[in-house]
């Protein structure tokens, strides 16, 4: 698979709605995962990343301005023992729950699919990370819907085992922007990943579209020791 560059992905896409960002650093010592968050209405919009104990969730940045909260506000960041879960949705939840109950990741998300977002059945992607005696391996899902039809569920899971160092993956769960919005086609994309945690948030922000970016997590794990780094940044700041 050939490496693309994340910045270029970015800043020629300008509504790839939700994205996830999962690899390795290219000293090959940290476990690396990005989030972000895009919107195009005022409640979508509205929104800012705080943290939540070892994870993240979102929540409103004018509460006098929320509408409906079910599909925008929940934790899409969230810390199982030595798993970390990064999802668009509360499926996060889900995932956290089944896992805790031995469940596999792709057992878990059995029980879920798409958004009830009609006409753009927006997909659930989602990505787990395990760190375990000095390893790392990690993978992503989508569920969406068969050509935008609620009758049918797809469901594609990714496992990377061992990843190169200064590699990832990215999957984001729109082509582009349209009406309605066309669910991520393929595999998630090979893109490199840096050392540097302050410059790969400060790369992943600039590039993002101005207009309808939100909010951005960036987190970076030494796979021996655990200890983690992370950085939010949000359109919206107090």
């Not at 798409?114 to 569920?143: C, K, Q, V, W």
């Not at 050392?195 to 922000?205: S, T």
Request: hydrophobic content about 35%; overall charge negative; some cysteine.
């Amino acid at each position: 698979m050939k490496m693309l560059s994340i910045a270029e992905e970015l800043k020629n896409n300008s509504y790839p709605g939700r994205g996830i960002i999962i690899g390795r650093s290219a000293d090959g010592t940290k476990a690396v995962t990005a989030y972000f968050i895009m919107g195009r209405s005022e409640n979508s919009r509205n929104r800012v990343f705080v943290e939540d104990g070892n994870g993240i969730r979102t929540q409103a940045f004018d509460p006098s301005k929320l509408t409906d909260p079910s599909l925008i506000i929940y934790a899409p960041v969230r810390v199982l023992g030595n798993k970390t879960i990064v999802t668009n949705g509360d499926q996060t939840d889900t995932i956290y729950e089944g896992m805790d109950k031995q469940l596999t990741f792709e057992q878990t998300l059995r029980c879920r699919e798409f958004e009830p977002d009609a006409p753009n059945y927006t997909p659930r992607i989602s990505g787990i990370m395990h760190i375990e005696d000095g390893g790392y391996n990690y993978a992503m899902s989508i569920l969406k819907s068969n050509g935008g039809s609620p009758d049918s569920c797809l469901r594609f899971t990714f496992a990377y085992e061992s990843p190169a160092p200064g590699e990832g993956h990215f999957i984001h769960t729109y082509m582009h922007d349209a009406n309605p919005l066309p669910s991520f086609e393929g595999e998630p994309k090979l893109i490199s990943i840096p050392d540097d945690m302050e410059a790969f948030a400060e790369l992943l922000w600039e590039n993002l579209n101005p207009e309808n970016k939100v909010s951005l997590f960036v987190r970076y794990i030494d796979i021996a020791t655990r200890e983690t780094r992370s950085k939010i940044m949000n359109k919206n700041q107090s």
